[in-house]
Nanobody, 125 residues
Framework: QVQLVESGGGLVQAGGSLRLSCAASGRTFSLYAMGWFRQAPGKGREFVAAHSWRGGFTYYADSVKGRFTISKDNAKNTVYLQMNSLKTEDTAVYYC??????????????????WGQGTQVTVSS
């Protein structure tokens, strides 16, 4: 099992930036990828971005391409989500997740076994 702790959420005006962090601990040697998902009020959880654990790929939802960047600090076992040019529709609870499976479906929440507690991001107009 992998433990995930998120931080970095908050309130920001539209057009602003935030950086989310997700620190992983536990059985990290078994990981294939880390992902970020979000859930807005009254909506289902949706994929945002994913990063391979040992390097090799990143993958983004179309809605955040060009605005969000996912990265990883190997020494800290931490994945980051840099969010720029934020829009009001980016308001949601953001979750990081970890998977040890290599099945090519990193955008599916069903792929992930371990989840963080979530961090609120609110973008005001």
């Amino acid at each position: 099992q992998v433990q995930l702790v998120e931080s970095g959420g908050g309130l920001v005006q539209a057009g602003g930036s935030l950086r989310l962090s997700c620190a992983a601990s536990g059985r990290t040697f078994s990981l294939y990828a880390m992902g970020w998902f979000r859930q807005a009020p009254g909506k289902g959880r949706e994929f945002v971005a994913a990063h391979s654990w040992r390097g090799g790929f990143t993958y983004y939802a179309d809605s955040v391409k060009g605005r969000f960047t996912i990265s990883k600090d190997n020494a800290k076992n931490t994945v980051y989500l840099q969010m720029n040019s934020l829009k009001t529709e980016d308001t949601a609870v953001y979750y990081c997740a970890a998977t040890g499976r290599n099945s090519g479906h990193v955008s599916s929440q069903d792929e992930y076994d371990d989840w963080g507690q979530g961090t609120q991001v609110t973008v005001s107009s």
